[in-house]
Every structure is written in structure tokens, then in C-alpha cells.
């Protein structure tokens, strides 16, 4: 008898642990499947085809927005329902991958650097496909709203891929090195101020922008306003001698932070601030990031968190002073009568 109950015991505990666990990892992806293919298709093509560019000499800039206002243009023109901004801005930042700039070398061979453009296309499109698979199961919606949200999704995959390669490189040749600094002369000696205000301007005007285009396309207001401010202004910048290249990043960075939602930073000041925080925290990964892509993007986003959750902590703290000093004036009212 004890025997036939502690069986009994176990089949439950196992029933338990099974209704508990997924029996189906794949179930969602299962459930939507060609809304998840078409996702990592459209990250797919803005990767490659912002990779293209740059191997033909295009500036990261122009070719990321250049890419992703073709890819809207010729949807507008041929009617296409089946229409993903959001994606293929995502994967035109993974596009905007350097394996000169992160390792400070030039590749081996070019079929070398297609291999690394297709490997960076292919684990962004499924990290992508992924996080959007499983979007309501992750905290926060996975930060749903935040400027710069694509360009971290894009950083994580460039990262992933571009230091998976150094290492590598670095078991067959020990004189590698995996991680480079970078020099930030040009940004520490010319006018940082210029390039933090730069950064901010881009954020406000996206966000100015953005408010007045009516899309029923979800995501497709901001994804238009920063990738036309992005081309448009990385088009001024470039023509201006020594600091164009280099502020033309700083304001395309800034159109990330200025695609955020009016939930998270409901006012063009806090924009205007967040733009600003873009601009630091740019100039400060440069010296380890440059040449991943997404780096702009990741920038935006780490400013907008640090932005929105130093404003709620400020707010709490300004409401619980003022429940204080009503709580004391309460206290004092009442001992004198």
C-alpha cells in the first residue's frame, strides 16, 4: 500500500510539472509563422542592402536611412499591405556593421565579409523575429516604446557576431585582438558641445515630426520621421568640412531617442533631454563600440531609460516630501489647538 501511494504521488507531481512546462517551444511561432517569416525577411533585407551600400562606399548614415525611405517610397507606391518599418529599420542598423572600424584590420577576403554581413543579417532577423514572437511574455512588453529599441536589438546581434568572429580569428592567429579601443580625438578636441546639441536638435525634430504624420501602419510615423530626418540632415552634415561625418552621427543618434512614445517621455523638453543624454553616452561607447551596428540606437535607448526612470524616481520623491511637510504641517496644527 505505501508503495502503490508514493507511485501515485509521483504521477501527479508529473502531471504538475508538465502542465507547467511548454510542451511546445515552437507553438507560437507555429501559430503566426508568416507574420514571424515576413519579420525576419524585412530585418534581412535592410541589413544586406544597407551592407551593400557601404562596401559601395555609402556613409552609414545615408545608407541606413537611404534603405529604409526607398523601402517606404516604393511600398507606398506599389500598395503593400504587408508592410514591417519598424523590421527593416531594425535590420539597416545591423547593416551599418564595420569589421574595419570594431577590429581596426581589413577582412581576409571579400567573400570573408559577405559571410559576416549574412551572419549578422540572419541573427538579428531571428532575434528580432523572437522578441516580437514573444513580446508579451517579456517584462515590460521588452520596453516597447523606447527610442532606440531596434538599435539595441540590431547592437546585440552585431555584437554577438562580430565577437564570435574575433574570437575566432584569435584561436588560429594569437596576435588578434578581439576588443580595440578606438580613438575619440575627433569628438574629445572638436566642439563636443556642437555634437551633444546636434544629438538633441535630431531628437526634438523627429518627435515634432513624427506627431504630425496619422499612419494606420503601426510604428510607421517614427520609423518615417527618423529615417527622412536621418537622410535629410545626414545629407547638411556631410557637406560640411572636418566635423560633417561626425555630427551627422550624433544627430542621427538622436532621431532614435526622439522615436519614443508620448508615454514614456510625454513632453518635448524631457526629448529634447533625452537627445542630450544620447550625445554622452555616444561619445563614451565610441571607444569600445564603434563599428558595431546598432550602436547609435543603443545609445538612445540606454538614455531614455536612464531619463524615464530618473524622472519617476524623482517624482516619488518630490510626492513623498510633500506628503512630509503636509503630514508636519498637520501635526503642528493640531498641537496648537
Known sequence: MPSLRRDDSLKRFRMNTVSILPTDPLAPFRADSSRHVSLFLHVFFGSVATSALLVAGVEAVLASSGVTVFYLLVAFVVRFKGQQPAAVFCGTFAGMTSFFVFFNRAPSSLGFLILI????????????????????????????????RLGAIAFIGSAACLLMTGLLIRLCSGDFEV??????????????????????????????????ISATIPGLNVVLSASVCGFVGGIVFLCLP??????????????????????????????????????????????????????????????VIVLKYFLRFA?????????????????TLALTR
Do not use: Q
Not at 315 to 331: M, V
Open 179 to 212: 576588443v580595440v579601443l578606438k580613438n575619440s580625438a575627433t569628438f574629445s578636441e572638436k566642439a563636443p558641445l556642437v555634437m551633444i546639441l546636434a544629438s538633441a536638435l535630431g531628437s526634438f525634430i523627429t518627435r515634432v515630426i513624427a506627431k504630425d
Open 242 to 303: 572636418t566635423l560633417g561625418p561626425i555630427a551627422s552621427m550624433y544627430w542621427y543618434a538622436g532621431n532614435f531617442a526622439g522615436m519614443s512614445s508620448n508615454s514614456i517621455l510625454d513632453s518635448h523638453t524631457r526629448i529634447l533631454l533625452a537627445g542630450a543624454i544620447t550625445g554622452v553616452f555616444l561619445a563614451g561607447l565610441h571607444y569600445y563600440g564603434s563599428g558595431v551596428g546598432g550602436l547609435l540606437g543603443f545609445s538612445a535607448f540606454l538614455a
Open 117 to 148: 554581413y549574412l551572419c549578422v543579417a540572419i541573427v538579428t532577423g531571428s532575434l528580432y523575429a523572437l522578441i516580437m514572437c514573444f513580446e508579451h511574455k517579456l517584462p515590460k512588453r521588452s520596453f516597447s516604446g523606447y527610442g532606440g
Open 315 to 331: 517624482l516619488r520623491e518630490g510626492i513623498d516630501s510633500f506628503h512630509e511637510i503636509h503630514a508636519g504641517d498637520g501635526k
